[in-house]
């Protein structure tokens, strides 16, 4: 038997059982719960946010650039940080060390959006020029990061992530003060070209 | 003559005649203009948004944190508050009454960003976290607000929205001088994993 | 025999088949370098950026919104305008000229994001709604702005653009001071409905 054959004839036996199950409430939009495969590239990085406080400029990866009507620019709002926004150029790296070769730079914004507790929106890209990665994967989604993780969504890519899709596990690593923190990013693409 | 030949020989006969019309310029890429299949979900959501303007602190769910240079941050910038970035966290319900149980949160911001018409850009997610629904849902688009109804795009979803895309469209539904609005969100999916 | 069994021998089988016909080397994650096929729609525009400078009200597209602590909205801040969230309403046209009966508007933000080049973050929409062209396309990323070229993502569209996904190519086509830009935008759409 060629082997292309069996598969047919394995799909129309599948597809023949399905259709005698017939069951009698129809399910036209079949949601499951869990992705159905897995992921065609699973990628994890480390990247490191040193904000702006108005004294470490020349280390400072982040900066506060909007703030509520209640707030100023050089520190962080209080009410959750709610309004604050920050832009960030932070440096990627392999492992948790924020001394370590850095494989790529993590650039975008992310805003506090909550009143009561931290969370936050977050845009941004992480941008490779190495030998190893070339390209850029885009992210964006909601942060509740109270949560040990949260997923957000990689909404596209370019170069070696040409028009990639998936999801992004983010955990927060390290956090010191107001003034650094190391995100754990998990990258599951499900779309790869 | 049975209708699939029918249609087989139309068509046939259509390329041969579009074949021999022989226009110099090829179309190779057929772009029908309405979506080819049903969405796989359809949601309606609605949202609420009320803007801090300075007296109103405690039931506030989004402030101004970006204004243009001519304006502050506690009252939206004149000419169509171009410039205005809002950050928000409005609860989202089922029907259009602000004080129904809350189903999830609508978390992002908008930027109005235009001089002489009111049209704001969106990026925002639909976070969920009831027995109903659990993840999230992430948008992104223009929204020309003086519009009865106007479309963005679902970029990504997380959790039971695992890896979504689809059209939402807008509608504002009640709209109270410059502090409260409402939005219908009319959410439909076209690829579910 | 039970639907479920009949669904499970059938699938046992599928897998049987599939282990039978056996490569011999895996190849879980195949990652093609270039895209597998040509766009389905390819389009070239031009967007015209025209930023308040504390004189020019009248012929603005844009504004400065947020910057960081050390900075004022007026100008654009040292530091490669580091924290610079800028707003803007830019006619699209077909060629490059600024006076040419604009198609369209492209409308947004970009934030520079690093202290050392100049380099922004972007979301933003082309919006059109000409006898030609109706509906969005929504756009996204990193944009190393001193890059000769450099792509970002289009995240998804609306109305003509219905769910569409690709990767666009933008070029600063002009630059006079720091007012006005001019950059070609080259869209590549590879999921056309």
Redesign the interface.
Known sequence: ME?NK??VS??F??FL??A??ASPTPK?????????H?P??HLTFYFHDII?N?KN?KN?TA????????S???ILAGQSH????V???DPITLDNNLHSAPVG?A???Y?????DIF?A?L???F?FNSTQHR??I?F???D?LMNKTR??????????F??T???ATLETDAFEGEVYFRLRVDIKL?E??
Chains 1, 2, 3 share one sequence.
């Not at 036209?28 to 159905?36: E, G, L, V």
């Not at 900066?63 to 209640?70: K, L, M, N, R, Y």
């Not at 997923?151 to 070696?160: E, K, P, Q, R």
């Open positions: 082997p069996g598969l394995a799909l036996l599948f059982l399905h005698t199950m036209p939009h079949i949601k499951p719960r869990s992705p159905p897995h065609c590239r702006f108005g400029f400072a900066a506060i650039v909007g703030s509520p009507p209640w100023n620019r050089t709610f309004g604050n926004l832009v960030f150029d730079r650039q975008g914004f805003i506090y959006d909550r009143k969370t929106w845009g941004f890209s941008v390209g850029s885009n964006a989604g909601a509740p997923d957000i969504s990689v909404i596209g890519g370019t170069g070696d040409f028009m899709r998936g999801v499900y790869c070209w």
